[in-house]
């Protein structure tokens, strides 16, 4: 079970290739906006909340993901102790995070 919103976890979902990413990317973002600071949890440690969410990215996923993002989205950047104390929050924010897409659109 998530420890994000106390609801029944959701079923795994593995990520095998960038094209699979790409194809559930709506019900990636869902978990991450339905679980409780899920959207800040995402942008502190993006894998561990996606773990949390039960979406396992393969290896190479990451490093596509990574590549794509400029290097620096799965870069550890020391906020354990920040994300474990938002995960353990229960207060309101007065400012609302939405994630819309992991992956940057290209304009039309």
């Not at 990520?15 to 978990?31: G, N, P, Q, Y």
Request: include cysteine.
């Amino acid at each position: 079970m998530s420890e994000h919103s106390g609801q029944t976890a959701f079923p795994r979902l593995t990520i095998s290739t960038f094209d699979e990413l790409c194809h559930a990317e709506s019900e990636i973002v869902k978990r991450i906006n339905s679980s409780r600071n899920g959207p800040r949890l995402f942008l502190m440690n993006p894998q561990r909340l996606l773990n949390d969410v039960e979406v396992v990215l393969q290896p190479a996923v990451i490093e596509e993901w990574n590549r794509i993002a400029g290097d620096n989205l799965f870069r550890p950047n020391g906020l354990e102790a920040a994300y474990d104390a938002v995960l353990k929050s229960h207060g309101s924010s007065h400012v609302s995070v939405r994630i819309k897409h992991l992956v940057k659109r290209e304009a039309s």
